[in-house]
Each structure stands twice: as structure tokens, then as C-alpha cells.
């Protein structure tokens, strides 16, 4: 049972507009988030977090927004660049399980010039 | 800078060999976990360790076994490789309190059996 998911398997973007990546989750014991960032042949590398106590976190250009209600989070990407062509995994992770992560199937960005 | 390595970057093994996984962290952290991924199937988690001497299974652990002597040192171990378990393996260490969960990841080790 998948418990995070990533519903677009790849999305085409163009330089300078709005990437905007989606993540659906269905355990309501979730409350913290995260969003990765993984080039071919390397591991994935941390980009931003939100906890549930928020419903938005910003930095830089990427924003994550969470909507408990409906058990979904985005991340925006603004202005995307070609740098950022990337596999893009969300994860999820409950207080108290040793920080556990919980993480979805991705979404294949790509940004073209 | 966190830095987790893992001891090959590219392994191709035969049916039926043992084959072991390394990976060392050098940010004394508590937590270390291992992950397989596959297209379409995103990131596994098949154990994971919250301290020496413990593990705990993740979701995918049959075929599999882990070792963690010294806390910055986590191995995965097939303990007869199939060709199924073809596959891009990574390594993650996280800190254990804080209150934050972020997991760093080593570079991946792609291990072919044929």
C-alpha cells in the first residue's frame, strides 16, 4: 500500500516559468515532510521540509506548500532553471519513529531552455 | 559538510554469491538507514538501524541481512544475490533528535547479479 504518492511520473517545464511538483499522502499520522532532489548517479540530496504545524515553508526559490485537509503538499519551483532537471521524491515521516521516512515513487522534472 | 560513502560505486555479482554493502558516516549519527530503489518504485527502505548492535526491518527486508558494529558503519548484506535484487542501493544517516528527520544519502552503489 503506498502510502506517499506521486501521481506524475515526469513533467516538462520551461526555463523561467513555475515548476510545480504535487505529493498525495493517506497515513494521518504523518506529520513531517520532505522533498528531495536526485541527479542520475548520485544520492538523493535534502532540498525542504514543512512540518504540520505550518502550512507553507519558503526558501529561495523552492516553496512547499501542505494542505492537511486534503493530505497533500506541493513544491514550486520559481523561476526554474535548467539545473534543476532532476527526479524530484517527496517523503513523509511520524514523530517518534526514529525518523523513519516514507517516501514516494517521483516525479521526473525537466526544465527546457 | 555531512558525508556518508558507500564502498563501490558499480558491482556486478553472480547468482547465488554473498555480497557486501558498505557505507560509513562521518557526522556521529545515530539513526543509519538502507534504501533500494527501482524505476516506478521510488526509494525502499529495506532496514535500518537507530543504534550499534540494532536493527529494525523496513518495508522490504526478506533476502537481505545488516551489520552494525560501529556507529558509523552500516552493511547491507545479501546473503545469496538473486537477480531480482538488480537494483541502485543507498545508504542514509540521520541524526536522532532535534526534531528533524533529515536524511543524508551516499552516492549509491548499482549492483548488477547476473
Known amino acids: 500500500d503506498q502510502q506517499v504518492k506521486q501521481n506524475s511520473p515526469s513533467l516538462s517545464v520551461q526555463e523561467g516559468r513555475i515548476s510545480i511538483l504535487n505529493c498525495d499522502y493517506t497515513?494521518?499520522?504523518?506529520?513531517?515532510f520532505l522533498w528531495y532532489k536526485k541527479y542520475p548517479a548520485e544520492g538523493p540530496t535534502f532540498l525542504i521540509s514543512?512540518?504540520?504545524?505550518?502550512d507553507k515553508n519558503e526558501d529561495g526559490r523552492f516553496t512547499v506548500f501542505l494542505n492537511k485537509s486534503a493530505k497533500h503538499l506541493s513544491l514550486h519551483i520559481v523561476p526554474s532553471q535548467p539545473g534543476d532537471s532532476a527526479v524530484y521524491f517527496c517523503?513523509?515521516?511520524?514523530?517518534?519513529?526514529?525518523?523513519?521516512?516514507?517516501f514516494g515513487t517521483g516525479t521526473r522534472l525537466q526544465v527546457t531552455l | 559538510d555531512v558525508k556518508v560513502t558507500q564502498s563501490s560505486r558499480y558491482l556486478v555479482k553472480r547468482t547465488g554469491e554473498k555480497v557486501f554493502l558498505e557505507c560509513v558516516q562521518d557526522m556521529d549519527h545515530e539513526n543509519m538507514f538502507w534504501y533500494r530503489q527501482d524505476p516506478g518504485l521510488g526509494l525502499r527502505l529495506i532496514y535500518f538501524?537507530?543504534?550499534?548492535?540494532?536493527?529494525e526491518k523496513g518495508d522490504i527486508p526478506e533476502g537481505y541481512s545488516v551489520s552494525r558494529e560501529k556507529k558509523e558503519r552500516f552493511s547491507l548484506i545479501l546473503e545469496s544475490a538473486s537477480t531480482n535484487q538488480t537494483s541502485m542501493y543507498l545508504c542514509a544517516s540521520s541524526l536522532m533528535t532535534g526534531g528533524r528527520y533529515e536524511q543524508y544519502f551516499g552516492p549509491g552503489t548499482r549492483l548488477t547479479v547476473t
Open positions: 517523503a513523509a515521516s511520524t514523530t517518534g519513529t526514529a525518523s523513519k521516512l516514507t
Open positions: 497515513n494521518s499520522m504523518f506529520d513531517y
Open positions: 538501524s537507530y543504534d550499534v548492535k540494532m536493527k
Open positions: 514543512i512540518s504540520s504545524i505550518k
